[in-house]
């Protein structure tokens, strides 16, 4: 069963770094697209951006380009969604979903990962 | 980026009735040369991930009630609950992902009258 685990729920202060992560289990994590979505407070979903484990090819909505850094580890099936510089607008609930190619449907959902950006 | 634009932004629906919403895309999500909509409907909980429901426009994805429907074609696209039940109290977003940017509409409020 394709399973997506998201790490756990943050506190951080402005100007603060932080990286956050998606572990992906059974299927093969380098042949699945992985993508990221925020959510902010009683808000919609929005597209960040989406990489390819297998070889870190990386795109971005221009919305989120330079603000966010999408990585992945295939050595632990681990995606990560990373800031340099958190901003009290960065608070948000951000789930990272799965597909098997670039433009093909959604598999899975992570759980969420709620981030909290407050001095 | 093709912007996603759901009517209505809430809506509801008595019982056993029957809830549409519709899914308006800025530019076709058809690609034709395989006649396949790259559309799919999601349903969001409070307090969960969106849920997929449809995908391909009028697939419905293992699991989900067959009262759940999607229709339409390149850029017009509606979600049918033929029978409004309690547990489909939720919020539903339609997403296209013909693109690299997978957009989403802004969500529609579902409620029971």
């Known amino acids: 069963e394709v399973q997506l685990v998201q790490s756990g729920a943050e506190v951080k202060k402005p100007g603060e770094s932080l990286k956050i992560s998606c572990k992906g289990s059974?299927?093969?994590?380098?042949?699945?697209?992985i993508g990221w979505v925020r959510q902010m407070p009683g808000k919609g979903l929005e597209w960040m951006g989406i990489i390819y484990p297998g070889d870190s090819d990386t795109r971005y909505s221009p919305s989120f380009q330079g603000q966010v850094t999408i990585s992945a580890d295939k050595s632990i099936s681990t995606a990560n969604l990373q800031w340099s510089s958190l901003k009290a607008s960065d608070t948000a609930t951000y789930y990272c979903?799965?597909?098997?190619?670039?433009?093909?449907?959604?598999?899975?959902w992570g759980q969420g990962t709620l981030v909290t950006v407050s001095s | 980026d093709i912007v996603m634009t759901q009517s209505p932004d809430s809506l509801a629906v008595s019982l056993g009735e029957r809830a549409t919403i519709n899914c308006k895309s800025s530019?076709?999500?058809?690609?034709?040369?395989?006649?396949?909509?790259?559309l799919a409907w999601y349903q969001q909980k409070p307090g969960q991930p969106p849920k997929l429901l449809i995908y391909?426009?009028?697939t419905r994805e293992s699991g989900v009630p067959d009262r759940f429907s999607g229709s339409g074609s390149g850029t017009d696209f509606t979600l049918t609950i033929s029978s409004l039940q309690a547990e489909d109290v939720a919020v539903y977003y339609c997403?296209?992902?013909?693109?690299?940017?997978?957009?989403f509409g802004q969500g529609t409020k579902v409620e029971i009258k």
């Open positions: 059974g299927y093969s994590f380098t042949s699945y697209w």
């Open positions: 979903v799965t597909s098997q190619g670039v433009t093909t449907p959604t598999l899975k």
């Open positions: 997403q296209q992902y013909y693109t690299t940017v997978r957009t």
């Open positions: 530019q076709s999500v058809l690609f034709n040369s395989k006649n396949q909509n790259y």
């Open positions: 391909w426009a009028s």
